[in-house]
């Protein structure tokens, strides 16, 4: 299974900064896939992934931004996997892989939902449309939903809604 | 010398205790005894009144009043009721449409186990569903599998790009 995964908001990854420091949780952490929401770039190549990854081990599927916000990136480690196919939606990049010795199916949705309510009901439409379609593997949906889960969750966005923390991290993991 | 003695500020910060427990942030709350259990808010707000910089006050108070949360927009005007929806493990209102969605979902499709499907099979079981899934909303495939890709062209809806990737655009059908 994929042992390590870094979900990072970014707000941009037009800076070396930042691409270093996203470079350097890559290597420090280990990472064998990393999810990137608010890129900000139209156009994701090789050297942008291969800049971000650390090395050439990586291959990619993007949505690119769309005006002046915006922007999924999934990148993950290529030597352990094998890339069956990438959808594509509204506000989500998902792609299926075969992972490990194994060859373990593995549908990761990187998602990065919008604010209002009518976009979010088509984003989970469409993500459990796919999700029964495609339903013989294990899923992990992960990024910023734009939702509140619980009790707790909505405290501590009220505490931190004007200093909003630098990324925001949720999963959701279905496992058979 | 001047002497700074009794020049201190006076602290304004009030810790009230009222029918809806204890308030954490009271700095700009003032407390008048007007009857039982009356509350006045500095800067003449009194029983819902809003001016000026009072307005914020206001709202400040209600919100704690509420249990601490703030409303999202599809819950506004939901009541005063906080948007607990993973109460005791099951959803208790359908506050945002993420709930509503996976309720209906998982009451309604039952999940199936295909885990057991040879490789061969299974890949010409992809094609078909995402041949299936074309009318979906502006969804795209780019798949990558010679195996998938092969049934997807017998099927005849496939696209070639320019790096030789089978693009299948679900937007265009």
Redesign the interface.
């Known amino acids: 299974m994929i042992n390590d995964s870094a979900f990072y908001y970014v707000r941009g990854l037009g800076g070396r900064v930042k691409r270093k420091v996203v470079k350097d949780l890559v290597f420090d952490q280990r990472v064998d896939f990393l999810a990137i929401q608010e890129s900000k770039l139209e156009v994701v190549t090789k050297s942008v992934c291969r800049g971000l990854w650390g090395s050439d081990d990586c291959d990619w ?1 993007f949505l690119p931004t769309i005006g002046n916000s915006g922007g999924i990136i999934s990148i993950w480690r290529k030597s352990v996997s ?9 506000g989500f990049v998902g792609v ?1 892989l075969e992972w490990g010795r194994n060859k373990k199916r593995c549908f990761v949705v990187n998602i990065y939902s919008k ?3 009518p976009a ?3 984003l ?3 993500l ?9 593997g294990v899923w992990c949906m992960v990024g910023d ?1 734009n ?5 707790t969750h ?2 501590s ?2 505490r931190s ?1 004007t200093t909003k923390s630098s990324y925001t991290v949720t999963v959701f993991k279905y496992e ?1 | 010398m001047v002497s700074r003695r009794g020049c201190k500020k006076k602290k304004n910060k009030k810790v009230v205790t009222t029918a809806l427990g204890k308030s954490k942030c009271l700095q700009f709350v003032k407390v008048v005894n007007k009857g039982k259990d009356s509350v006045r808010r500095k800067g003449g707000l009194e029983g819902g009144d809003t001016k000026g910089k009072g307005k914020k006050r206001g709202v400040a108070v209600d ?1 704690l009043a509420h ?4 409303l ?3 819950e506004a005007g939901g009541g005063d009721v ?6 005791n493990g099951s959803p208790r209102r359908s ?4 709930h ?3 309720e209906e ?1 998982v009451s309604l ?1 039952p ?5 057991n ?1 040879p490789g061969s099979s ?2 010409d079981l ?1 094609a078909s ?2 041949f ?2 074309q009318r ?10 010679k195996a ?1 890709t092969t049934k997807l062209v017998a099927m005849g809806d496939v696209e070639v790009d320019n790096n030789g990737r089978r693009v299948l655009d679900m937007s265009d059908q």
């Open positions: 599927a094998n890339l069956l196919f990438s959808f594509v939606g509204e299926c604010c209002d309510l979010r009901q088509r989970w439409a469409n459990v449309s796919l999700r029964h379609a495609f339903d013989d939903f939702a509140v889960m619980g009790s909505e405290i966005s009220n809604f058979d | 919100v249990g601490g949360g703030f999202l927009d599809d906080p948007s607990n929806n993973f109460d506050g945002s449409g993420l509503l969605i996976l979902a499709v999940e199936t186990r295909m885990a499907i299974r890949k992809d569903r995402i299936s899934l979906s909303n502006g969804l795209v495939f780019s798949v990558r599998d998938i």
